[in-house]
């Protein structure tokens, strides 16, 4: 028997069973294809991060950590239907989790279509829709979790986003005091998005790295690829958050050359190739 689950919020939190059925509740992918999370990575279709030992970890859930019974489950109460924070199912060995967004609840009248049958409309007081595939899974029986999309499970897991390698205020704070950065005035540490503040951490530790001959060959190759940042006096002017993403983008070493026609290009993910 396959159950599903709700998790409420507000003054009614609690864990309850939506229903029970033979049928699955979520598509199961096969997760051959797996990695380790890294923030700018984008997987492949058939891709998936993976989190091992996850019963271990801080922000792994009390129901994932004992004998699933149903039975110790109320069921969900009618009233408590706009209170909901998450679905999970439970299948077997294999729990699967669905965030519960604006864009999944439905409040609205819908014309139903159905094969050799007259239309008919549908008053939808409040229907969820439940996506064919879970936002995560968490294989019990082997102690995995795997997942696409780290914002989409973090209100599940609480703590989970430690997993962001996004730098601090105080990090970014540091990189825009780099001697090659001249930072507008107007611009601050409080200016800077999550997207930079992804970026910041690899970079400073790249550039941390790097001898002096390294640092010297920055400004020549990012000249290369971008020729609106300027350089003066052996520093990048900074005027804002564009500026900010290509100079990241050149400490990170983003930009490339094809070997074969030539074609200049950026990366939005890198897999480092390590050879035998």
């Known amino acids: 028997m396959n159950y599903l689950m709700a998790k409420t919020r507000g003054r009614r939190n609690g864990t309850y069973v939506v229903m029970t059925q033979e049928d699955s509740i979520y598509d199961v992918p096969d997760f051959a294809h797996t990695r380790s999370y890294i923030d700018d990575y984008k997987l492949e ?3 998936w991060f993976v989190i091992e030992n996850f019963s271990q970890q801080e922000y792994c859930l009390d129901v994932l950590t004992v004998d ?3 039975t110790a489950y109320s069921n969900l109460p009618r009233n408590g239907y706009p209170h909901l924070a998450y679905l999970f199912a439970v299948q077997d060995n294999m729990f699967c989790f669905q965030k519960i967004v604006v864009s999944t609840v439905l409040n ?3 014309l139903d279509f159905r094969i050799d049958q007259e239309p008919t ?3 939808c007081d409040y229907t969820v829709v439940l996506n064919k595939e879970a936002d995560g899974y968490y294989n019990k029986a082997i102690d995995k979790f795997y997942f696409k999309k780290l914002s989409a499970v973090t209100s599940i897991f ?3 986003s430690e997993l962001y390698n996004e730098a601090t205020d105080a990090d970014t704070s540091g990189f825009m005091g780099l001697d090659i950065l001249n930072i507008a005035e107007g611009y601050s540490v409080a200016d800077v998005k999550t997207a930079n503040r992804r970026r910041i951490k690899a970079a400073m530790d790249r550039y941390n790295n790097f001898n002096e001959d390294q640092k010297a060959q920055i400004p020549d190759y990012l000249s290369q690829y971008i020729d609106d940042v300027p350089f003066v006096d052996g520093k990048f ?3 804002g ?3 900010l993403a290509k100079i990241l983008n050149c400490l990170n070493q983003r930009y490339y050359t ?3 026609d030539g074609e200049k290009r950026l990366a939005n993910s890198v897999t480092p190739i390590v050879r035998p």
Request: aromatic share 4%; glycine share 4%.
């Open 45 to 47: 279709d058939d891709e």
């Open 68 to 70: 699933f019974d149903n």
């Open 108 to 110: 609205k009248k819908l």
């Open 121 to 123: 409309i549908l008053n």
């Open 158 to 160: 609480t703590g989970i």
């Open 237 to 239: 002017n900074v005027s």
């Open 241 to 243: 958050e564009e500026d």
């Open 258 to 260: 094809t070997e074969i």
